[in-house]
């Protein structure tokens, strides 16, 4: 089993920054990728991007590429999501996700609620 704790969220003002993190614990050596996910209210869940554990490889959403950025601690088991240039449509509640494939992702945190005002 492996427990995700996202942390960061908060309130900022449109075109300002915010650096989410979220910490692995449990069996970690078992993480092949993790992923943040997001969720405003009334819509699905969607995908803003990756990064591979080993390799620190990425991927994002066209609509947060430019913007965002993962990087990570593998000796802290910390993945950290660096949000610049937030604009409003950015609000949701912020999800880190870990897989022990590349095809899904088996553990999710609690969320972290980002809000961004114009």
């Known amino acids: 089993q492996v427990q995700l704790v996202e942390s960061g969220g908060g309130l900022v003002q449109a075109g300002g920054s915010l650096r989410l993190s979220c910490a692995a614990s449990g069996s970690t050596f078992s993480i092949v990728a993790m992923g943040w996910f997001r969720q405003a209210p009334g819509k699905a869940r969607e995908f803003v991007g990756s990064?591979?554990?080993?390799?620190?490889?990425?991927s994002y959403a066209d609509s947060v590429k430019g913007r965002f950025t993962f990087s990570r601690d593998k000796a802290k088991s910390t993945v950290y999501l660096q949000m610049n240039a937030l604009k409003p449509e950015d609000t949701a509640v912020y999800y880190c996700a870990a897989g022990r494939t590349y095809l899904s992702y088996d553990y999710w945190g609690q969320g972290t609620q980002v809000t961004v005002s114009s």
């Open positions: 990064i591979l554990w080993s390799s620190g490889g990425t």
